[in-house]
């Protein structure tokens, strides 16, 4: 059990790393009494399969030791996905991208909303959190609309995909690269900065005007 404990600790660890849009509170959380909080972890199968992971350090064996962790189980009929709007914001500049999902969900309460994008497939995961040990199960249906923003600042042009807990799949389109005013810091050669370039200004309204 205690290997077991360290396997999954070290699992949620390196899954820090893991860069994706997550819930209301993403980035990890670590107080004064060394305890460290997670919000989501992913793995290569499931966006956000372990949730509000909570651990604790022990200096006795120098580790972290995980004292709880919510195992997101999802269910391909629960939530039930009814209609999927995307709103491409492309009057100004970079483009933004937003899903209005609309739905239903039943036995449970509501939880996270997790995406990551992996190749040019936005993967979003909505988790129904199952009612505690021993309390019933009631079959009333509840309705949802949630708005879900994708990360798609530095994408090229072309077209993406996206799908709602492994299905109601999708997809939108970039008429150009949405980035400006960026170059270097990568070994990317074609982000090598110009030794001379054109200092754009941004006026009021965000548009970028030479001057």
């Known amino acids: 059990m205690i290997k077991l404990r360290y396997c999954i600790a070290a699992l949620i660890l390196c899954g820090i790393a893991n860069k994706a849009i997550a819930a209301d509170n993403e980035a990890p959380n670590y107080d004064e009494k060394e305890a460290l909080t997670i919000s989501r972890v992913d793995t290569p199968t499931q966006v956000g399969k372990y949730q509000d992971a909570k651990l604790q350090f022990d200096p006795s064996i120098n580790a972290w030791v995980l004292q709880d962790v919510k195992l997101a189980l999802f269910d391909s009929n629960n939530p039930t996905i009814k209609m999927v709007n995307v709103f491409v914001a492309d ?17 449970g309460e509501f ?11 936005f993967e979003v995961q909505i988790t129904i959190v199952p009612p505690p ?33 492994g299905g109601n799949l999708g997809s939108f389109s970039l008429a150009k690269d949405n980035k400006f005013g960026e170059c ?28």
């Open 111 to 121: 939880g996270q909303i997790n995406s990551r994008k992996k190749d040019n497939l």
């Open 91 to 107: 009057d100004e500049f970079p483009v933004q991208v937003f899903l209005q999902i609309t739905g239903s969900y039943t036995c």
């Open 184 to 211: 270097g810091g990568t070994n990317n050669p074609e982000e090598m900065c110009e030794t001379e370039f054109t200092i754009l200004d941004i006026d009021a309204v965000g548009i970028a005007t030479k001057p």
């Open 133 to 165: 040990s021993g309390n019933a199960c009631t079959m009333d249906m509840k309705e949802f609309i949630r708005v879900v923003p994708l990360d798609v600042y530095r994408l090229n042009a072309g077209d993406y995909q996206y799908s709602i807990n």
